[in-house]
T-cell receptor, first 114, second 114 residues
Framework: AQSVTQLGSHVSVSEGALVLLRCNYS??????LFWYVQYPNQGLQLLLK??????LVKGINGFEAEFKKSETSFHLTKPSAHMSDAAEYFC????????????FGGGTRVLVKP | EAGVTQSPTHLIKTRGQQATLRCSPI?????VYWYQQALGLGLQFLLW???????NRGNFPPRFSGRQFPNYSSELNVNALELEDSALYLC?????????????FGPGTRLTVL
């Protein structure tokens, strides 16, 4: 079985400040990890994903995440927050034997203060 | 290129009725996934269809069913609606069956059960 924990259901950052969203996973098989963003009244948009290879993954809109196997983490960062980053962010995991099922964390809602 | 489309946008039903939700995948995609996003329960995997076959099913009762048509579009049917079925239902599609294939999400159908 796989699971994802996102620490902090709400995060508030100032415009221009670092954005750090935490994601820890549990998986009995090598994980494939994803970050998605959901803007109000919209579906999910992929920010980035880790499958194999380089553990530092760069995504769209200036976001990046680092896969740390020893810490079972896949935290998402962005050096400088923009007002347009206000949204809900979801970390997800899948792996062999998961039947292509994405298991999502509970989500983190980001508020950006001017 | 058109993204994943879903219809209707909103659907209001009463307890005991049946609901039918529709999804058209991105052109060239053969896999379709259904997820439920309910308040307080987060995003949960419902079903995965590929090449017209059900490949995986989440932990939902049998009154949640679906199918995939030869043109790869899909329907989700929910029978004997209950109040707790009220949720946003998201459809996603991917190019193939590989775990690393990105799932692209549609905007969702919001189902309200009165």
């Amino acid at each position: 079985a796989q699971s994802v924990t996102q620490l902090g259901s709400h995060v508030s950052v100032s415009e221009g400040a670092l954005v750090l969203l935490r994601c820890n996973y549990s998986s009995s098989v090598p994980p494939y990890l994803f970050w998605y963003v959901q803007y109000p009244n919209q579906g999910l948009q992929l920010l980035l994903k880790y499958t194999t290879g380089a553990t530092l993954v760069k995504g769209i809109n200036g976001f990046e995440a680092e896969f740390k196997k020893s810490e079972t983490s896949f935290h998402l960062t962005k050096p400088s927050a923009h007002m347009s980053d206000a949204a809900e962010y979801f970390c997800a995991v899948t792996g062999k034997a998961a039947g292509n099922k994405l298991t999502f964390g509970g989500g983190t809602r980001v508020l950006v203060k001017p | 290129e058109a993204g994943v489309t879903q219809s209707p946008t909103h659907l209001i039903k009463t307890r005991g009725q049946q609901a039918t939700l529709r999804c058209s995948p991105i052109s060239g995609h053969t896999s379709v996934y259904w997820y439920q996003q309910a308040l307080g329960l987060g995003l949960q995997f419902l079903l995965w269809y590929d090449e017209g076959e059900e490949r995986n099913r989440g932990n939902f009762p049998p009154r949640f069913s679906g199918r995939q048509f030869p043109n790869y579009s899909s329907e989700l049917n929910v029978n004997a609606l209950e109040l707790e079925d009220s949720a946003l239902y998201l459809c996603a599609s991917s190019m193939g069956q590989r775990l690393t294939d990105t799932q692209y999400f549609g905007p969702g159908t919001r189902l309200t059960v009165l």
